[in-house]
């Protein structure tokens, strides 16, 4: 049976501890307030670096964005004057079936193209295990 020290003596060590307690306590915020503003001086320069890159790039983004909408516009021309080719030859619903045939089989080749090309990845084994229990191979004692 333990019993709590009698109440002068908490007082008297109180007297020890509270000052030591209170210097662990002061220390140990100041060394959360350096830690805290180290890495909030780390945030803020990653933030400052990515927006500064942002700024440089963005003219080459807004160029390249361009330079895809257009050449997006270019194809579907054309297509469309591959279209209007093949029409002069065949009905034009012949020559747009024809055309977007031709489009889906080139497509499909360079889909099956990049299927080959992918990096080949690591073969997952999957391996099935008894479930053991973490007692290990010890009987329960009131099995038969």
């Known amino acids: 049976m333990t019993s709590e020290p009698a109440p002068e003596r908490?007082?008297?060590?109180?007297r020890f501890t509270d000052p030591i307690a209170e210097r662990?306590?002061?220390?140990l915020g100041q060394a959360e307030d350096r830690v805290r503003a180290s890495i909030q001086a780390e945030i803020d320069a990653v933030g400052a670096?990515?927006?500064?890159?942002?700024?440089e790039v963005r003219p080459s983004a807004i160029a390249f964005g361009v330079a895809a909408l257009l050449?997006?516009?270019g194809a579907a021309l054309f297509?469309?004057?591959a279209v209007l080719g093949l029409a002069?030859?065949?009905?034009?619903?012949?020559a747009a079936l024809l055309v977007g045939a031709a489009l889906v089989l080139v497509a499909s080749g360079f889909a099956a193209w990049g299927r080959r090309h992918l990096p080949r990845t690591p073969r997952v084994v999957v391996r099935v295990t008894e479930p053991t229990h973490p007692a290990g191979e010890q009987v329960h004692p009131w099995a038969d």
Do not use: I
């Open 49 to 55: 670096s990515v927006r500064a890159r942002a700024v």
């Open 71 to 73: 050449t997006f516009f």
């Open 79 to 81: 297509v469309t004057a």
């Open 10 to 14: 908490r007082r008297f060590l109180d």
């Open 88 to 94: 002069y030859a065949l009905e034009p619903w012949l």
């Open 24 to 27: 662990a306590r002061e220390k």
